[in-house]
Every structure is written in C-alpha cells, then in structure tokens.
C-alpha cells in the first residue's frame, strides 16, 4: 500500500470514530435532543403534540407576574408562562418551550378555548372548584392564591372585605372574584370588565374605590401602578390555580399531574417563581400538594330561586339573588 493511500484510508478512520464518539456540537446536540424526547403511547394526546410539533396554551396577557405581554418584544412573560413551557420541555425533550403557542384567554373564555380545540391546555390563574369540573378536567393545583383587595394609597376607609359594602368594586365578570364578593359584601355596587388592568384603570379615575382578585394579580397592579395604589394583605378566600384540560382526557392529566409534580422535586418550580412572581417582592411558598380526583364531581343543582352564573372558568355555578347592584362595564361580560 502506498504511503498516500495509507494516508487517506487513516483519515477516513479517524472521521468515522468521530462520528461515533458525537462528532461537532451540533451534531451532538442533535443526537442528544433525540434521545431526550420521551416517547408516549400512540393514540394519546402527548403522542399527537409531538407529532405536530407545537402545543397551544391559552393564558393572561395583561396581569404581571403570571401573563404580560412585553411591549418590546411581543412576548408573553410570567410564572403561568414558565409552567406551561416545563410542560412543552415534558413532552418535546429539550428545548420543548420553544414550541408553545400561547393565545390570550381572558376569565370568560377559557372554558369555550379548551371545548372547540381552540387551545390544548390554559395555564392562566384558572381556579379550581367542583363547578369547573363539570366541565373541564384540571391537573394540580400548582399554585394557591388568596382574594385580596387593591386601594389607592391614601385610602384608609377600606381595611377589611366587609368594608366594600355600599361601596363601588371593580373585578372581572364571571370570575370567582366576582362570586366571593357578592357573598362577603353583598351591598357592594359591582362594576365588570373583562381584565383586571381596566379595573386597574377605573380605580385610577376613580370610578371605582377598589379592586378584588387574588393577591398576586393585584401584587402586579399595586407594583405597576408607581406607588398609586396598596394591597391591602386581608385574603378572605384560598384559590388554587390549575392547568385546565378536555374533559375526559385522563391520560393527559395523568401526564400534567406527573409533570408538575417532577418540576415540584427537580427545582423547576421554585426557579419559575423567583424569576417571575419573586420580582414582585413575593417569597416562594412550597408548592402545593396535588389533587388527583378519581373522578369528575357530580353536578350540582340550582339553589331555589337563583340562577346559573359563569365562573371564572366560564362554567356555571348555581347563586341565589342578591341585593348586589351591578354595573356592566364591557360589553364582553358573561353570561
């Protein structure tokens, strides 16, 4: 064999042990995302997305700390955000964040988004109660809040909940908010929106003397608002947040409630938080032990006398009739 040949027939060798041994980066990089990728039973919901290749999660677009719209880059940012991407990485492998669709999904529409195909999931402060599950399915809890109210500053005469009676309270049409306040402060005068930064708004001009939700959405109002308004820190109410899914669809949930429970134990969840709901001035609780209900709840009957209400999910819930006056401040209200 010729001293060239010899030549060439080594480099080909060498090449070929490269290869095996990873090669470059990228293509390193490449083998291991393929072997990250986790593999689901064919026919189930996770084996369809990753086939697609994305996954459509409907959240807030208007509420610091869990779903804000960037005005510079158009993105959307926050803890609601950050556990729907762990979710994506969960089914994708590696990288799997990149390939979430987010569409915004206000209190009223959620429900109807995860019906008609619209979304996949909604990670969008979706409270769980026996009423939504009438109709949707949810994985977690995977975070607790408490109902809170938002004051100006320099207001003193609002310190409790029971304050809010006779008085004009803004919070979002067809929330849970909206339900809790009718029963803790019935004289209340209630005026609806269909997001909280116009309630945010109306008590900027003063067409309202306070605001309702859970404390953290109304920690990222008082903290937008430059030193305007207060938190008042009086919760009357413990609302936990789920991932909202297609009734019926146990595998999937099965998954969700499996992954949210690895991002409790990995970390995953506590560096979620601090890079988003932390920047607002909250300490991280421990995450909140999971609800893996056998089965749906049984629904329940109208009250004598009332009427069914949408919830936050935009399921209904029976309510008896209040002295509550109420003045409809969009046009999006449900129904």
Known sequence: MSKR???ITSVAVLALLGAACGGDNNG?????????????????????????????VGTKYDQPGFGLRNPTTGKVEGFDVE???????????????????FTEAVSKNREPYIQ???????????????????????????????????????????????????????TVSGSTSEKNLRAKAPTASVTLFDTYSKCAEALTDGRVVAVTTDNTILAGLVQASN??????????????????????????RSFLNDTLEKIFKNGDWAKAFGATLGKLGLKAPQPPALDRYAA??????????????????????????????????????AS
């Open 296 to 333: 749906s709840a049984t629904a329940t009957s109208t009250a004598a006398g009332g009427t069914s209400a949408t919830t936050d999910s935009g399921g209904t819930a029976s309510t008896t009739p209040a002295s509550t006056s109420t003045t409809v401040a969009s046009s999006t209200t």
């Open 83 to 101: 556990i729907a991407k762990r979710v994506a990485e969960h089914i994708f492998g590696a990288g799997g964040g990149d390939k979430v669709e």
């Open 227 to 252: 030193d305007t308004f207060k938190l008042l820190e009086r919760p009357f109410s413990d609302e936990p947040y789920g991932i909202g899914l297609k009734k019926g669809d146990e595998a999937f």
């Open 116 to 170: 008609n195909g619209t979304v996949d999931l909604v990670v969008a402060t979706y409270t769980i109660n026996d009423a939504r599950k009438q109709v949707v399915d949810f994985a977690g809890p995977y975070f607790v809040a408490k109902q809170d109210i938002m004051v100006k500053k320099s207001d003193t005469s609002i310190n409790s909940v029971a304050d809010l009676n006779g008085k004009k309270v803004c």
């Open 5 to 7: 040949r010899l030549l």
């Open 28 to 56: 390193a990089k490449t083998t291991t995302s393929r072997a990250q990728q986790p593999k689901f039973a064919a026919g189930t919901t996770m084996a369809r997305l990753q086939a697609a290749g994305r996954i459509k």
